[in-house]
């Protein structure tokens, strides 16, 4: 899965998983981190998700990471901000009203522009790669968030064989494996999704759950 997919589904305005609200499960189970207003919120595949405004509006800073430009931009236009520019190593920073968004890879970042992240949300992001990258994406980039890092991972569950992804099914041992070495992890929720995803049934796919854990950086 190459960076030209996502660009592709971009161009073509298939963003699916672009919700045109705050996440609801976000809503209901991130005061549960405990994560203090002003601490920075790390994004990762970041999208135009309006999940990162609801941030800034609880006075969070974040800092995003998107591939795809047109997301970047429709982001800030949609949101009525013109965000400040500038180039670095890792990518063209974003910036405005308490929002960064670098447009760039996520696997450049390294423990250094990740340092002052106090969270990580994930709803989107280790749903939106197939296996191999999985292995890679939590092996090197949370691997670089820092020590007491605490986050909130949304995974969607479903027989990986009724259906070709993204998103892709990420089971709970799945989940346990790649994070428990450095996380601790904590299931909050499970909640069967099937009838509010008619895309879903009508590729055939006959269980649907999201999963929402807690993590923890020891």
């Given amino acids: 899965m190459q960076p030209e997919f996502w660009h592709q589904r971009w161009q073509e305005n298939r963003i699916g998983f672009h919700n045109d609200k705050p996440f609801p499960l976000l809503l209901k189970h991130w005061p549960s981190l405990g994560v203090a207003p002003g601490s920075r919120v790390f994004v990762p595949l970041a999208g135009k998700s309006l999940d990162m405004a609801w941030f800034a509006s609880q006075g969070y800073r974040v800092l995003g990471v998107e591939l795809s430009p047109l997301a970047v931009e429709q982001f800030f236009d949609e949101h009525g901000l013109k965000p400040e520019q500038r180039k670095t190593r890792y990518g063209t920073h974003f910036e405005a009203g308490g929002i960064e968004i670098i447009l760039g890879d996520a696997?450049?970042?390294?423990?250094?522009?990740?340092?002052?992240?106090?969270?990580?949300?994930?709803?989107?992001?280790?749903?939106?790669?197939?296996?191999?990258?999985?292995?890679?994406y939590v092996g090197e980039l949370y691997a670089r968030l820092p020590q007491g890092c605490r986050g909130?991972?949304?995974?969607?569950?479903?027989?990986?064989?009724?259906?070709?992804?993204?998103?892709?099914?990420?089971?709970?041992?799945?989940?346990?494996?790649?994070?428990?070495?450095?996380?601790?992890?904590?299931?909050?929720?499970?909640?069967?999704?099937?009838a509010q995803q008619p895309g879903f049934q009508a590729e055939g796919v006959t269980e649907l759950s999201t999963a929402v854990y807690r993590l923890a950086r020891r």
């Avoid at 970042?109 to 191999?132: G, K, N, S, T």
């Avoid at 070709?164 to 929720?189: C, Y």
């Fill in 107 to 136: 696997f450049g970042l390294d423990v250094e522009v990740l340092a002052d992240c106090a969270a990580v949300y994930d709803r989107a992001a280790v749903i939106a790669l197939p296996p191999e990258l999985r292995t890679r």
């Fill in 152 to 194: 909130l991972l949304i995974a969607l569950e479903y027989p990986q064989d009724e259906k070709q992804g993204p998103p892709f099914s990420v089971a709970e041992a799945e989940v346990m494996e790649r994070f428990g070495r450095d996380w601790n992890v904590e299931v909050l929720e499970r909640r069967d999704i099937l």
